[in-house]
């Protein structure tokens, strides 16, 4: 019989030391992470939380290795994220059409996708993967090179990001480039310690839904994130019949113009699974 277990994490801010004095407060982050616990939890899957200073990069990898030692072929992770998107220079001959790769914004630094990539290849042949991620710049957040349109300078100022009502999931463009500046080498090297997305070859099958592409912003709320929000009507306490591309597409249908959540498999082909109703481990 297959295993799931699973993994939600949500950062309401991060460590002013590490972003340049910039907190990056957002209000429903960590009730996004809980509210996919729920679904977890009702699925039957063993599920791990991490939330805003426990969300570190080394905790995030820390539980995604767990998980890539526990499961075997057929098992299922399903592995949810909310908080900000940002970006660092490519440094690894990824062929970025903007020349930067999307990251997740952990408490403490940022975690780069090619980092992602590579832990998805640690996972057993055959085992199939869930991706949510309510954030920025998050439609290949999973990882897909070549084909991703140029992000526009959208939020250019931390005050600028203070201000906007509701707050974008991204770090603003001053905050981006002062903390690569501040930690050039640090990047550089995690870069250069991780295959590319091209030499990295995954058995498993791992599904990303976004919460937005990556050209676009992810919008915060108040109990929840405007993706996560349309996410939990759609699923509606589990009547949801379907399978993820339906999924995905109902949700987009939900969605404004500015924000349309994507749909990116990498790694096995595996169409059972993809249409499948959504985290049944069965």
């Known amino acids: 019989m297959a295993s799931g277990l699973s ?13 340049d004095g910039w907190d990056g407060a957002l209000n429903a982050c960590e009730f996004d992470a809980l509210d996919m616990q729920a679904i977890a939890e009702s699925c039957g899957f063993d599920t791990n939380l991490l939330l805003t200073q426990d969300a570190t990069a080394d905790a995030v990898k820390a539980a995604i290795s767990r998980a890539a030692d526990e499961l075997a072929p057929g098992d299922l992770f ?21 020349h930067l790769d999307e990251t997740w914004v952990a408490f403490d630094r940022q975690l780069v996708d090619d980092e992602l990539y590579a832990l998805w ?26 084909d991703e349109a140029e992000v526009p300078n959208v939020v250019k100022t931390r005050q600028q990001a203070a201000a906007a009502s ?34 990295a070859q995954p058995e498993a099958t791992v599904l990303l839904i976004s919460g937005c592409r990556d050209d676009q912003l992810s919008r915060d ?8 929000e349309n996410l939990k009507a759609v699923w509606n306490d589990g009547a949801w019949e379907g399978g993820y591309p339906a999924f995905r597409e109902t949700i987009r249908a939900r969605m404004p113009q500015d924000q349309q959540p994507n749909y990116n498999p990498v790694g096995a082909g595996n169409p059972e699974f993809e249409q499948q109703k959504p985290f049944s481990i069965g």
């Open 121 to 146: 290849a640690t996972f057993a042949p055959g085992a199939r993967i869930v991706v949510l991620s309510d954030s920025c710049h998050s439609g290949t957040a999973n990882r897909r090179i070549g």
């Open 7 to 19: 993994l939600h994490i949500g950062l309401n801010r991060v460590d002013p030391a590490h972003y």
């Open 166 to 199: 509701p707050r974008y999931r991204a770090m603003p463009q001053d905050v981006l480039a002062a903390t690569y500046r501040a930690h050039a080498e640090l990047y550089d090297d995690i870069q250069k310690q991780v295959p590319s997305a091209g030499q």
């Open 221 to 228: 709320g108040l109990a929840n994130g405007l993706f996560t």
């Open 78 to 98: 399903f592995l949810s994220y909310s908080g900000h998107g940002g970006q660092v220079p490519d440094g690894n001959g990824d062929d970025e059409v903007d």
